[in-house]
């Protein structure tokens, strides 16, 4: 199987431009799945008025991904702002290479002292959703920085956590140490997408990457440009990993 992580401009471009450039990365790929960064439809900017530009689970935003999916024969997940009700959420939704949604994950911990203190509802934990035979999880950007989430993933028979971001300039220790080190404690593959550049005030690191089991990087973007990176992965290697070190066997001794 052909993992894929799109590190995406952090600025500019309408919702069709974004849809455009994305398909224009990920076409004759051959990607079985796709991750996109967080707030990928809307870009993550502290300015904006979401809930001018939050849409539900099914709206034109995910017809959009839904009709990419089923062109490339591809699963895509992605962040965007969700309208339910009265309520705006930071959520990811994935959806499968038949254009159906699988799962949506509603982001629980906000980034601190940010904008989504204030702009944003509170999901749960940990999303599940299974692709065949790969289980998946799904979390949002800080909630990875909590080893309780990835736990969560692991125990939750997880092969592969799906990590939409928006990090910061300043926080490339989280990229680059902080989530090898998720993988690695967990026995699972991890999906991590950032934006690259500036938007609305605030610089992203572009710290992308896809982590095996063993913590080791498989692919990794250059930080601060914008472009796909892909890795073959195997779900057998979660087995070998945590049979290597069985940490979720002895945690429960603790």
């Given at each position: ?13 309408t919702q069709d431009e974004r849809l455009t450039e994305l398909e224009r990365h ?13 707030l990928f439809s809307t870009g993550y900017d502290q300015g904006a008025d979401y ?174 440009k914008a472009g796909l990176i892909a890795a073959p992965f195997d779900p057998a ?18």
């Open positions: 199987m052909k993992l894929g992580v799109y590190q995406c401009p952090a600025s500019g471009g990920i076409a004759g790929q051959g990607l079985d799945l796709l991750l996109c960064p967080e809930g001018d530009v939050a849409e539900a689970p099914d709206g034109p935003f995910a017809q959009g991904i839904a009709a990419l999916a089923r062109k490339h024969d591809t699963a895509i997940a992605y962040g965007y702002a969700e309208r339910a009700r009265d309520t705006i959420y930071n959520s990811a939704a994935l959806i499968d290479a038949s254009g159906r949604l699988l799962a949506n994950h509603r982001k629980r911990l906000p980034s601190p002292y940010s904008f989504e203190e204030r702009a944003f509802g509170r999901g749960g934990a940990v999303t599940f959703a299974d692709l065949g035979d790969l289980r998946l999880a799904m979390i949002i950007c800080y909630e990875v920085e909590f080893p309780e989430n990835l736990r969560h993933a692991a125990q939750g028979g997880a092969h592969v956590v799906l990590v939409p971001t928006a990090l910061g300039a300043e926080w490339g220790i989280v990229a680059e140490k902080l989530v090898p080190t998720r993988a690695f404690e967990n026995g699972v593959w991890i999906a991590y997408a950032d934006h690259a550049g500036d938007c609305g005030g605030l610089s992203f690191y572009g710290g992308s990457r896809i982590v095996a089991p063993d913590g080791q990087d498989a692919a990794v973007a250059v930080p601060g290697r979660v087995a070998a990993a945590r049979s290597r070190l069985p940490y979720l066997r002895d945690c429960v001794k603790l």
